[in-house]
């Protein structure tokens, strides 16, 4: 979507839709590129419910309030709705193992010097963490690349590797924490399913103690499809996005509310 084309066009597309008593308005454009607040941290946008006040080629105008507009990539949306139509927006946001959105602030519990339990909730701000559910290993490899999984950035430079994971629907997740003595027999490995249009099947991330790197391991039914060795740890989302990231995850998801019809892409 040409976005220098769209700003240019807003005047044209709103008018009639802004209050004749109101000198200006905002729009915010979704095109699958993340958002920065003005702290300079990325953001998940919340969900929102507007009505389509008018199309283009390249994009679909939903007004979310009284001077406010939302300017959604064509390309992107899971649904074309009417003019007119009233819809609900759901843009990407990044998500966490259980489904949560990875900004939800942690629980935890703690104690008062009487042993009362009480509950904190904590949230750090510009974080999303998606945390492996994994619990502490004893070998440190195994935590190396746990902590490389959570914090290395995926090459989209928006999520971690851990979001890329969820976003291929990584379930079923397995470990190999060994002790020292076994870690060449038994290398320490993160294992785990995925269903995306690139590869349905096992994924294996391994470390190879000789080498120092890592391999990551495809099978399908019990069967190795594809084997990738001598990975290093900063071209290890870069490896993961080639084998199993489809791109289905910044789709923009437009549900209509009130509509005639709508094409679905």
Not at 16 to 45: A, E, Y
Request: hydrophobic share 40%.
């Amino acid at each position: 979507m040409d976005t220098q084309a769209i700003r240019a066009q807003m005047p044209t597309l709103v008018v009639g839709h802004v209050p004749s008593n109101v000198r200006s308005f905002k729009f915010n454009i979704f095109d699958g590129q993340p958002k920065v607040s003005t702290l300079g941290f990325h953001i998940d946008p919340k969900p929102f419910e507007g009505k389509v006040i008018a199309t283009t080629d390249e994009a679909i105008i939903v007004k979310t309030a009284r001077a406010e507009f939302a300017v959604l990539d064509r390309t992107l949306v899971t649904e074309v709705p009417d003019e007119g139509a009233k819809v609900q927006v759901e843009p990407y946001v990044r998500r966490r193992f259980d489904g949560q959105r990875a900004d939800t602030p942690e629980e935890q519990t703690e104690f008062t010097a009487d042993g009362q339990p009480y509950t904190v909730k904590r949230f750090v701000l510009g974080s999303a963490p998606a945390k492996l559910p994994i619990p502490e290993p004893r070998c440190p490899e195994l935590q190396e690349l746990i902590v490389q999984l959570e914090q290395l950035p995926a090459p989209d430079g928006f999520r971690r590797i851990t979001h890329l994971l969820v976003d291929a629907g990584a379930r079923d997740i397995t470990w190999v924490d060994p002790l020292p003595a076994e870690i060449i027999r038994t290398p320490p490995a993160i294992g785990f399913t995925v269903a995306t249009m690139k590869f349905q099947g096992r994924v294996t991330v391994l470390y190879e103690r000789g080498l120092d790197l890592y391999a990551v391991e495809l099978h399908r039914d019990g069967e190795l499809i594809e084997r990738v060795d001598e990975v290093f740890f900063d071209v290890l989302g870069e490896t993961l996005e080639q084998l199993i990231d489809d791109g289905s995850w910044r789709r923009i998801r437009v549900q209509c509310l009130s509509c005639r019809k709508a094409i679905r892409h």
